[in-house]
Each structure stands twice: as structure tokens, then as C-alpha cells.
């Protein structure tokens, strides 16, 4: 019997809709010469491979169940590929390497490591094809990191250097946005703990206005925030809970994963922001403004909600304005609410 997909999702996660992909970072690779993978660093044998023979060694089939930080969830897909540590055994790592980092040809050199045990461990895969097909340059093709357990930002897109590290490296996400270094989807290892101080949350809490800063993690939970002004601020994993926000303009902002429940939204700006997994069951979205916002794995309303406990679900209402585009990005309940929040309120 297959296994229920609710036992395979870790806590906080959604299910994308079926048939869904969602893309999420960069989009594509840099352009350069016929594509290689090196492995370099803590070795005594350094390696350079061809695509050609990678597409040669023995490949293995894994089905994984992917996990991104954002908050959706796409299980099973199969990832073919050269096995990890299959591939490092030639190159010989020295004792000294404790860490392997990732390095993808990018634009900006995207990155992301992990201990080495806990790579060979996790049965990583450098991956060549995701269900029997060679993967897309949009999902990383034609070779990309694949790491079980791990949120998906540890799955390194468009591979080319693997080096081996006596200490340490951050990767981009975990370095410049505050992702957590282990990132154990099952721990819920999201983001790291508030980068700010008590203090700095009191001022920009009576300055009402957030535009442009990185106030990410800011706990703002209960306060009277209406007519706030957060233009293309940073506010990822911030805590909104019951605040009032009439009329507030989050328009450019990062609101990813950020929460909302019970807030009072009416008139709300949310134009072009990423509110990617932000939680906004109970909130009063009457005439707000979602357009151009991207709300993957975003939810509207909370498990259990029915005639009894209507305050798990936002008010919505034809006036409310969500994208068609948008509104895709939802798992397919999510979806279905809003559209029918918007039609019959
Ligand atoms: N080179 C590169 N790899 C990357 C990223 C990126 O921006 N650049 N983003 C990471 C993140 S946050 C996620 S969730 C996954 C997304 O992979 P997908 O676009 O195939 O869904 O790739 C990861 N690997
Ligand atoms: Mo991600």
C-alpha cells in the first residue's frame, strides 16, 4: 500500500499541486565551454569529468520527496544520477576533508555545503535526469545536487565544482539570507534565530515605516501597525499575528513565510511582493492587494476550519484582488478557497 502523503510531509509543509514544479532561485546557468564537473579541495586526487562521463558511470535511482523552505512539498519524484560517494572515491579525500561545498555555474556562483558525512549519508545524488527524462535547465539540468531530507536549498542547481573543506563555508542562501545551515526539513531547520535586537524591532516599530530594511524575524505580533509603510523591506519569517495593518504597504516586500493569522489587512497593499509561504488564515483581507505577488505554498486558511471555527479562514472578497497567476501558485485547496471566497462573499 502507498504510504499516506501526509506521514511523508514534514511539519509546516504543503503539498504543491500535482503535476506542479515550481522553480525557485536562479533560472538558468551561465554560459561557458562544454560542461564539467570537478571535484577539488581536501582530495589527493583532484577529477574533472566530462557530461559524457557522467552520463557513463553507473547510475542509481532514487525517489525523494521535495521539501522547499518555502513551505510547499512535491514528493516522489525520481532522481537519476551518479551516487555522491561513488563519485568523490576516485578523487581520495584526505582526512582533513570534513565539509563539501557545492559551487554551480551561475551568475552569481551560487553555492551551498554541508558536512561530508552527512552528504554521503543522506545518499546525495548528482543528478542527471528527475522522472526517467533529463533534467531541465530551469530545475538545474544538466546536472544538479540532489540531498534527501534537506530543504531543497541544498540541492545545488547546474553543478560544476565539488570541493572538499577542512572548515566550513556558507552557502549564498544561508550567508546572505539568514537560511539555517542544517536545514533538516523534519526539525523544521528554516531560518536562523532573529538577526535583531530588541531594540532595533522597538525602533522600527515606532517608526512605522520598514521601507528598504531587513528587519527579517521581526516580531511585531499584536501591534497597531495601520498605514505602515514596508516598501521592498526584508521581512521573511516576520510575525504579524493579530497586528493591525489597515491599509499598510508591503508593495516590493519579501514576506516569505511570513505570519499574518488574525491580522486585520482591509485595504492591504501586497503589490509584487513575495509572500511565498506566508500564513494568512484569519486575517481580514477584504480589499487587499495581491497583484504581480507570488504566493507559492501561501495559505488562507488553517486545517480544521468549518462553520464552527470560521476564524481559522481569512475574509476574502470580491474586492480582495489575487491573480489568476497567483492563485496557481497555490496548492490546489488553497486554491479552490480563495476562489471561492472571492465569488461568493
Ligand atoms: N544554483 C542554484 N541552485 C539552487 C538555487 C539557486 O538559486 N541557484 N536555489 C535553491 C533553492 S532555495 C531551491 S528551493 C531549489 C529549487 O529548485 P527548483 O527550481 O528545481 O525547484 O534549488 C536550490 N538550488
Ligand atoms: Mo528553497
Not at 24 to 49: D, H
Request: glycine residues 8%.
Amino acid at each position: 500500500m502507498p504510504e499516506p502523503a501526509l506521514v511523508r510531509l514534514p511539519p509546516g509543509q504543503q503539498l504543491a499541486a500535482p503535476g506542479k514544479w515550481p522553480t525557485v532561485g536562479e533560472r538558468g546557468s551561465a554560459a561557458g565551454g562544454p560542461w564539467t564537473v570537478t571535484i577539488c579541495g581536501q582530495v589527493e586526487r583532484p577529477q574533472t569529468f566530462s557530461l559524457a562521463e557522467l552520463q557513463a558511470m553507473p547510475r542509481a535511482r532514487q525517489i525523494v520527496d521535495i521539501h522547499c523552505v518555502t513551505r510547499w512539498s512535491k514528493l516522489g519524484v525520481a532522481f537519476g544520477g551518479v551516487p555522491l560517494a561513488a563519485l568523490l572515491a576516485p578523487a581520495c579525500p584526505k582526512p582533513s576533508a570534513r565539509y563539501v561545498s557545492f559551487v554551480a555555474r551561475s551568475l552569481r556562483r551560487h553555492s551551498t555545503s554541508l558536512p561530508l558525512e552527512e552528504a554521503r549519508e543522506s545518499g546525495a545524488l548528482v543528478a542527471l535526469e528527475a522522472d526517467d527524462r533529463p533534467l531541465d535547465e530551469l530545475h538545474g539540468g544538466p546536472v544538479r545536487v540532489i540531498v534527501p531530507g534537506r530543504y531543497f536549498y541544498k540541492s545545488l542547481k547546474w553543478l560544476e565544482h565539488i570541493e572538499l573543506l577542512a572548515a566550513d563555508r556558507l552557502g549564498y542562501w544561508e550567508s546572505e539570507a539568514g537560511y539555517h545551515n542544517a536545514a533538516d526539513a523534519w526539525l523544521e531547520q528554516r531560518y536562523l534565530a532573529p538577526a535583531l535586537t530588541r531594540q532595533q524591532m522597538a525602533r522600527a516599530l515606532a517608526s512605522r515605516d520598514f521601507s528598504g530594511q531587513d528587519l527579517r524575524s521581526l516580531d511585531a505580533r499584536g501591534h497597531d501597525l495601520s498605514g505602515l509603510i514596508a516598501r521592498n523591506a526584508i521581512l521573511r519569517d516576520a510575525d504579524f499575528r493579530d497586528c493591525r495593518l489597515q491599509g499598510a504597504v508591503f508593495d516590493g516586500a519579501n514576506l516569505s513565510n511570513a505570519h499574518f493569522e488574525g491580522a486585520d489587512l482591509r485595504q492591504t497593499s501586497f503589490v509584487s511582493a513575495d509572500a511565498e509561504g506566508a500564513n494568512f488564515a484569519g486575517a481580514d483581507l477584504r480589499g487587499a492587494n495581491f497583484a504581480g505577488a507570488s504566493l507559492f505554498g501561501a495559505s488562507f486558511y488553517a486545517e480544521g476550519f468549518d462553520q464552527a471555527a470560521p476564524q481559522l479562514a481569512a475574509l476574502i472578497d470580491g474586492a480582495t484582488r489575487i491573480d489568476p497567476a497567483s492563485i496557481d501558485q497555490l496548492t490546489p485547496l488553497q486554491a479552490a478557497f480563495v476562489v471561492a471566497a472571492r465569488s461568493t462573499r
